[in-house]
């Protein structure tokens, strides 16, 4: 066998040509294989298939629908059979007609996508079914329940799947990347050519269009989930001096349960239920019903005259619930109309919560808050001041990380905001190896990646505070602990200094949406305590350094918890 290859060999250094002739032979061959498994048959043009003058429209419309009716002879590839299987479990398979259907050139032009989006909508009918295209506007919505942008990877399954997940009836998409989730549609109909805009994420489907909502009715398989999977107990609370203005609907149940009152609520459209032993009062959290006083619970305890192992209130304290209906009240939010007078910072070292507390300001102001960095993750969530230079005026703050005295000294005013260094310290470290909510690998927690970040950040924690308390001018210091625990307080303190009529009432309201889309849900629990002795030291040093900076300018310590190590 060696010497059969060794002549080969030698035949082939003599005669090159021969040899390069061998390989065009073998290539022309796999071509031609490949080819072959690639079409049904003959590539022809059908009687169907218009000639290219007969086509309406200029000659490049022409030849994209000549070029479409050829692509119909190709077999389906592998890609276009797993298209169906991208879609939850709790959906069914699209029909073999609506696939059908489906087959349609497209002309180009507004209403060849609109023509492309209702095709694709016919697809899915068996998963959620498509309503129609409808009016939306920021100041009374459609759909009323939660809502998430993504400016980058919106797709209708990821919408629709957020909506179902929540238990609510219907799943909208707007402007190419903002999703909305209801169990009532208050909106007129209209035209489905006016949806006509390309999902973020999903180029082949629709996602409404500006102002323009493209509804779906989802097939959730548990009823039970979408009736009452996420309604929020909130409390007892003593009956409001002025039920008929606190809580405007109300309704006498005979069979008086939860389940009951919460779903007539959410039928209202309202995001507080209120069970008074039987009756059920809905309505919105104002400042004739706070829920900051809270009652003993056993005040509340009276059973429901429709299901005994649940507790129902009395006419005097009520068993509040928080319904999925979103409270729209604080939800609006655009930039400023004139110029900002002055540029205020919103400081803080980096994983001290300084993206939610902008989602907290911009729900409380109304007003898109900047960036001293631009990060494309934040604008696509919906973020959209993070785009702007920080200097444009166009926002009512800036978020930034910075410390040093000419970055501090070109701001106005700053809100300085201040976490337990142990808590940044992990919540940093999952951002830069897990993403702004996700978590960093158990590998990076075990290896070298975490010591030396602990080496390298924990001082700049604390020199991050002093410098800001030595160069900063009119800084309002707030806590992330206490901006948890007291959230209308200190968020009324921040409003404050940003210069804007506190409305108290919109600030219940942020109370209600504290949480957001974009905050992590709660730092990973790890097997083990990451902090080892030295860390602890050197960390505990600088927290007394905070303390002692804070109290010689006259203001509150550092928290108590941030001692207990």
Request: positive net charge.
């Amino acid at each position: 066998m060696a010497k059969l290859l060794l002549k080969f060999q030698r035949y082939f250094r003599r005669k090159p040509i021969r040899f390069f002739t061998l390989i065009a032979l073998y290539l022309t061959a796999g071509s031609l294989v490949f080819l072959h498994a690639s079409f049904t048959g003959e590539v022809r043009v059908t009687e169907n298939v218009p000639r290219a003058n007969d086509v309406p429209g200029n000659g490049i419309e022409a030849q994209s629908l000549v070029t479409l009716q050829l692509g119909r002879e190709f077999k389906e590839t592998p890609e276009s059979l797993t298209v169906a299987r991208r879609y939850g479990s709790w959906f069914k398979s699209p029909s073999k007609d609506t696939a059908a259907r489906s087959k349609i050139g497209d002309y180009g032009g507004t209403w060849s996508r609109a023509l492309k989006g209702r095709n694709m909508r016919e697809k899915e009918e068996d998963r959620a079914k498509y309503i129609g295209c409808y009016v939306d506007n920021t100041h009374r919505r459609a759909l009323r329940g939660v809502s998430f942008f993504d400016y980058k990877k919106m797709t209708l399954f990821r919408c629709q799947d957020n909506c179902a997940e929540r238990g609510y009836l219907f799943a909208g998409l707007e402007f190419g990347a903002e999703c909305y989730c209801g169990h009532k549609i208050q909106a007129a109909n209209v035209s489905d050519s006016e949806c006509n805009m390309e999902c973020k994420g999903e180029k082949s489907n629709i996602c409404g269009g500006v102002n323009r909502l493209s509804i779906y009715r989802l097939e959730l398989a548990q009823e039970s989930a979408r009736r009452y999977g996420s309604a929020i107990f909130r409390g007892c609370f003593r009956r409001p001096d002025n039920i008929s203005l606190a809580l405007p609907v109300s309704r006498v149940m005979r069979n008086m349960s939860v389940d009951r009152c919460v779903d007539f609520c959410t039928g209202k459209e309202y995001p507080l239920a209120a069970l008074a032993a039987t009756t059920c009062h809905c309505g919105f959290p104002t400042t004739l019903f706070t829920l900051h006083e809270r009652e003993d619970e056993q005040l509340c305890s009276q059973k429901c005259s429709g299901e005994e192992f649940e507790s129902c209130g009395t006419s005097k304290y009520f068993i509040v619930y928080q319904t999925q209906v979103q409270d729209n009240r604080c939800m609006d939010r655009r930039f400023l109309t004139a110029r900002a007078k002055q540029f205020v910072a919103l400081a803080s070292f980096p994983g001290a919560g300084n993206t939610w507390a902008r989602h907290l300001i911009e729900l409380a102001t109304g007003f898109y808050t900047g960036s001293y960095y631009f990060d494309g993750s934040l604008y696509n969530k919906g973020f959209k001041g993070e785009r702007d230079h920080w200097r444009s005026g166009r926002t009512i703050c800036i978020k930034t990380h910075e410390s040093g005295q000419k970055e501090i000294e070109a701001f106005d005013a700053a809100i300085l905001l201040i976490r337990n260094p142990y808590k940044a310290l992990m919540a940093e470290f999952n951002r830069k190896y897990g993403g702004h909510i996700g978590f960093a690998a158990h590998a990076h927690w075990k290896g070298k990646e975490w010591p030396e970040f602990v080496k390298n950040y924990a001082p700049w924690w604390a020199t991050h505070t002093l410098d800001w308390l030595k160069y900063g001018k009119s800084v309002l210091v707030v806590h992330f602990e206490d901006l948890k625990q007291d959230l209308f307080i200190q968020l009324k303190r921040m409003v404050s200094l940003l210069g804007i009529a506190v409305l108290e009432d919109r600030l219940l309201c942020v109370e209600g949406q504290k949480d957001g889309n974009f905050k992590r849900s709660g730092l990973r629990k790890l097997e083990y305590d990451p902090y080892t002795l030295e860390m602890r030291k050197l960390i505990n040093g600088y927290i007394k350094t905070v303390d002692t900076a804070l109290k010689l300018r006259n203001l509150t310590g550092v928290p108590e918890d941030y001692y207990p190590r």
